[in-house]
């Protein structure tokens, strides 16, 4: 119930084999690596676990698809390859993470885990939703690897120990290695901002971090719920909502933050234009 704890699974037998490039170029390419990586044969889901993977293409996963997300890595053995989003987009509608008592998945992300030798990056991912895990991110639950300019957006996390829109526990490095260039207005007018590749985009349609756990040590920031590592060059670009609603966390201690929740590591060059934390 107190400070998140390293968790060991997938550290020594993910790493030092031979790794091989995969194109995903359609949502079939994606659900065929998706089923190995999660396949509940621990050989080949070891095997496709620490390959390398570029997203060629943007892609929508629907309920036509699969009705409920299994994240990556989120059990014996950590994703220890490379993602490369490539600057594409992955969206989900309607396709959440739920917990179940048949099932239960503690690191709840994209990725469950991120291993220290492995790298996300140039990815975007919309619309990702989760209700109940013990540590829970969009990117990913737990990260001991590189979360490198990856942006999310319309995220939904429900009712975790500690949670944040990038990751629930932090022990690696969250970066941006790039600028992002926005214009505003037309003509004359037209302001040109620049911005960190890493971002939490908050649009309209109101992403939130929300949180009833009773009698626990809760964490939850924008960024991180709980971070060990190096956080820099991060921004939260619009309004977010992190809640904890107090008569529902009867007994509980709340770590709330528009960054990180609680930090023990380091945070640099990160910011946060608006938000409620409550």
């Known amino acids: 119930d107190g400070i998140p704890e390293i968790n060991p699974y997938g550290m020594s037998v993910t790493v030092n084999f031979d790794q091989d490039k995969y194109a995903i170029n359609d949502v079939s390419d994606f659900m065929k690596y998706y089923s190995k990586m999660t396949s509940a044969t621990n050989s080949v889901k070891r095997y496709w676990l620490r390959q390398n ?5 943007d892609l929508v996963i629907d309920t036509s698809i699969m009705e409920k997300w299994m994240p990556v890595g989120a059990e014996q053995f950590a994703f220890s390859g490379t993602f490369d989003g490539n600057g594409k987009t992955i969206t ?3 396709v959440k993470f739920v917990n179940t008592e048949e099932k239960y998945i ?3 992300g994209f990725f469950g885990q ?3 030798n492995a790298e996300v990056k140039n990815l975007t991912i919309v619309g990702f939703e989760v209700n109940y895990g013990k540590y829970t991110g969009t990117i990913a639950g737990v990260n001991y690897g590189k979360i490198t300019d990856c942006c999310v957006k ?4 429900n009712n975790s120990l500690s ?3 990038f990751v629930g526990v932090n022990y690696g490095v969250v970066t941006s290695t790039k600028t992002i260039e926005t214009s505003v207005g037309e003509g004359e007018n037209a302001e040109t901002t620049t911005s960190p590749a890493s971002r939490v985009l908050l649009s309209t349609i109101a992403p939130y971090i929300k949180t009833n756990v009773v009698n626990k040590k809760v964490y939850a920031g924008g960024i991180a719920g709980f971070n060990f590592g190096t956080i820099s060059k991060v921004k939260l670009e619009g309004s977010s909502q992190i809640l904890a609603e107090p008569a529902t966390t009867k007994g509980s201690i709340r770590y709330l933050g528009g960054l990180v929740g609680y930090n023990y590591g380091t945070l640099e060059d990160c910011y946060v234009e608006s938000g409620n934390v409550y």
Do not use: R
């Open 114 to 116: 991120i291993a220290p």
């Open 154 to 157: 319309e995220s939904k996390l």
């Open 106 to 108: 503690e690191l709840v």
């Open 163 to 165: 949670t944040g829109f």
């Open 53 to 57: 993977y570029v997203l060629n293409k």
């Open 92 to 94: 989900f509608k309607n």
